[in-house]
């Protein structure tokens, strides 16, 4: 305990030390009344939903190869999902042709792999993500050095998923750096066009874009040019992913001092290489969040392409599940997509997780 004077009035306060708040068991298990009410009550339906579950799942399931007959014991049939593992992973792309889809997906993996050390971060990674991209495309369609040609409506499953995620997210990032130093510009034509592009993409629903895509822009074409529904599709994503990481980009740049820039400037550097070099590399850390967050958000959106006829992984699955000769395995094939949703966006948390932090403790040194 201390005491100070008053110079003004001569009257001694005293000043007592904090007081530690009490603590008890339930307080540092739960936390206050309300989070151990809600942790009981979501306890005690784990418990009456738990047996219940692993009956279903586990004790009465069908896990090997067999005759469809025998996945009506009232378990879950996940022999299903070995016998059209294929089917929901590939599509309807050609039975001997599928090792094409499977090295796709392998390149992507081994892509993100490398993306992942920020060492490595530069235009030769951009660069070398342009060819990937390319050699993708072209192994999937085929048609040379003796690979037969497989037309974008017999792609189907995983590799589209990943394909629509990556090419999205890819064309869209640069889109949104452009919008987001456009609406920020001093210049006012610039200002209010990507503030109204922004505004238009963000308040319509990715549905009715994808329906625009799909249908009405087949009619703003020449009538020579023709673009098929894939490269619609992709086109619907990229616009969409753009409107939205513009606004992350926006609020990272907010976050950069304008000293950056004004000290730049007196330096003579370029506008464009302030830009690149200096203020977009800080503000990116600062919205590392909000970047994964868009990010995953994007790839579940790769499952609203099927209201459009793109077999993506769900419609795969779906249509998998709808074969008269299995009992309608809709809930296990729905749990497997699923978990593949999960794992895919489970990654990138984590991803980003490790990334704050290397962040983080690069500025505490």
């Known amino acids: 305990m201390t005491s100070t004077t008053s110079a003004a009035s001569g009257t001694i306060a005293i000043m007592r030390p904090p007081v530690a708040p009490r603590t008890s068991a339930l307080s540092v298990l739960f936390g206050d009344f309300a989070s151990a009410a809600i942790t009981v009550v979501t306890g005690g339906l784990l418990l009456l939903a738990g047996p219940k579950i692993a009956q279903w799942a586990i004790v009465d399931a069908v896990f090997t190869r067999a005759d469809p007959r025998a996945c009506q014991t009232g378990g879950a049939c996940w022999a299903f999902i070995a016998d059209k593992l294929r089917f929901i992973l590939f599509g309807v792309y050609p039975p001997d042709q599928q090792w ?16 992942v050390s920020p060492a490595l971060w530069g235009r030769r990674l951009v660069f070398g993500w342009g060819l990937l991209i390319v050699a993708m495309l072209a192994l999937m369609w085929g048609g040379f050095l003796g690979l037969a040609f497989v037309p974008t409506n017999s792609w189907g499953g995983l590799p589209v998923t990943l394909l629509l995620a990556v090419v999205s997210l890819g064309l869209g990032f640069p889109l949104a750096v452009l919008l987001a130093l456009g609406r920020r510009s001093d ?33 703003l074409l020449p009538s020579d040019w023709t673009i098929d529904k894939l490269g619609r599709t992709v086109a619907a994503l990229t616009v969409f992913s753009a409107a939205y990481l513009a606004e992350v980009v926006r609020g990272g740049l907010q976050g950069v001092p304008m000293g950056q820039e004004e000290a730049a400037r007196a330096l003579g550097i370029p506008y464009w290489k302030t830009i690149w070099h200096i203020v977009l590399p800080q503000a990116i850390q600062k919205v590392i969040p909000p970047l994964t967050n868009t990010a995953i958000v994007m790839v579940k959106n790769t499952s609203l392409v099927m209201i459009v006829g793109v077999f993506d992984m769900l419609n795969a699955g779906r249509s998998a599940a709808s074969d008269p000769a299995w009992p309608a395995p809709y809930a296990e ?27 983080h403790e690069r500025d505490d040194r």
Do not use: D, N, Q
């Not at 949703?341 to 980003?352: A, D, E, K, Q, V």
């Open 333 to 359: 094939t729905y749990l497997f997509v699923a978990a593949m949703y999960f794992l895919i966006c489970y990654g990138i948390s984590r991803y980003s997780l490790w990334l704050e932090r290397r962040v």
């Open 100 to 115: 094409r889809p499977l090295v796709v997906i392998g390149l992507i993996l081994a892509g993100v792999l490398v993306t």
């Open 187 to 219: 210049k006012p034509v610039m200002r209010m066009l990507s503030i109204f592009a922004i505004e238009i993409v963000r308040g319509l629903p990715l549905v009715g874009l994808l329906f625009v895509a799909a249908i009405l822009l087949p009619l």
